[in-house]
């Protein structure tokens, strides 16, 4: 399975990105995004199932929006409100059963 990642880059504080992963195949259980920033652990964004269940961490409530479209087998991140701390490496990953996959991940950086 790969996962293609795309729509990061430059934004100024208090901007909008939407992220994009696209799976080469349907029917995983769940996808989430994760980040990393610099000298930082990876950590949890936002999840959602195949039924639509969202789980977002608390820094993510109220500013990103997570969706899946089936059809198009893909994933997306709405992030709003952008602050300088939200500035990571994304990674998508996408779990199928017990089997987990990562994409090649995809650059946000916040700044003025």
């Known amino acids: 399975v790969q996962l293609q990642a795309s729509g990061g880059g430059l934004v100024q504080p208090g901007g909008f990105l939407r992220l994009a992963c696209t799976l080469s195949?349907?029917?995983?259980?769940?996808m989430g995004w994760y980040r990393q920033a610099p000298g930082k652990q990876r950590e949890l964004v936002a999840r959602?199932?195949?039924?639509?269940?969202?789980d977002y961490a608390d820094s993510a409530k109220g500013r990103f929006t997570i969706s899946r479209d089936i059809r198009k087998k893909t994933v997306y991140l709405q992030m709003n409100n952008l602050k300088p701390e939200d500035t990571a490496v994304y990674h998508c990953?996408?779990?199928?059963?017990?089997?987990?996959?990562w994409g090649q991940g995809t650059k946000v950086t916040v700044s003025s």
């Open positions: 990953n996408a779990g199928f059963g017990h089997v987990n996959y």
């Open positions: 195949r349907g029917g995983f259980s769940a």
């Open positions: 959602i199932t195949s039924g639509g269940a969202t």
